[in-house]
């Protein structure tokens, strides 16, 4: 029995490997069309789905390496955030016309009666 999150992962992995069947469809040659077969068991079903929260905690890691990498943190990153949203606001308080307004920002949605 699996221990490990890898381990769960890899065993799904397994799984779908001896399970599942890809056979290659006719069609077109501009691309290639799959037929995925033998999705039904219940072991395919648990594979895939322990397989798609692998994916999901994968993006979440990465999502927070990202957001520590590039977003701003500490005094001086909250001061560097505040001086460009002040920037922003005051860019869209320059405007003066309509034509100019409506360029930056959507236009309201007029209801017809």
């Known amino acids: 029995m699996a221990e490990s999150p890898l381990e769960l992962l890899e065993e799904a992995l397994n799984i779908l490997g001896d399970d599942v ?8 040659s501009s691309h290639t069309a799959i ?3 033998q999705l039904d068991g219940a072991a395919v079903t648990s594979a895939i789905g322990r397989y798609l929260v692998g994916v999901i905690g994968g993006a ?4 927070a390496r990202l957001s520590e990498a590039l977003l701003p943190t500490g005094g001086v990153g909250r001061e560097d955030s505040s001086l460009r949203r002040r920037g922003r606001r ?8 309509e034509r100019e307004i409506y360029f ?5 949605q007029r209801m017809d009666r």
């Open 21 to 28: 069947h890809l056979d290659e469809a006719n069609g077109p």
């Open 35 to 37: 037929l995925v077969t």
């Open 60 to 63: 979440v890691q990465h999502d």
């Open 90 to 97: 005051r860019r869209y308080q320059r405007l003066q016309t």
């Open 104 to 108: 930056l920002r959507p236009r309201p």
